[in-house]
């Protein structure tokens, strides 16, 4: 094996690790767990929206309602009093103002009811739908996640049985192309640290080599590879 066999076959096995990490990086699973995420962000600023604006009118309703209970009360009392066969003229027109007066508040507080009533039921039902809707979205969630978990590990699995393989592979190489091809590759930030010249273009970086890097990359032998002016893979012949 010449040396640019055992450089193209580290180089293969690194495209393999790369693809394979840009699978887990991309998984469709991953990227619909984000949209949901950010979904279920709003799905829960709707619910505390919604429950923070039904608070003051549940409150309303509730004094509403303590008050049709109180004047009821109130009615009942008076009105036996009114039946009351001790009572004198004078405490039967006082007991009847009062009445009067308790039979308004009741209406009143009985139409405050219903109106509160009215009020809320519309809120309430929308904070059952969004409610429905955050559990479905929770249900996906976990789905999600336990399947981004499992391909990962399977992706991890297939990366480290890739980078074992890649142990031999490299030590064919002899060590001054080996040292320059690593170089190139944490330059690139890992990844692969060479590429081929495709229609005059670095399949690196894709940028189009000038003329004058063509004519240089022809001259170019194993053990003088040149990198690519704008990415520094070495470009292989
Ligand atoms: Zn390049």
Redesign the pocket.
Known sequence: MDSLETLNALVDADRWIERVRGQKSQLPELKELGVLESEMKSVASQLSELNEAMLPIKAELSGATSLVIQMTERRQELEHRLAAPSATPKELVAVQTELDHVNTQLNYAQSSEVEYFLELEPMELELESVSERAKEMVARRNELRESVAELSATLDEELNALVQGRVPLIENVPTPLRDLYERARSNVGGGVGA?RVVSGR??????ELSPLDVDRLKKTTESNLMP??????L?LP
């Open positions: 590429a670095c399949e690196g970086c894709h940028i690519c002016p704008e990415c520094g893979r470009l």
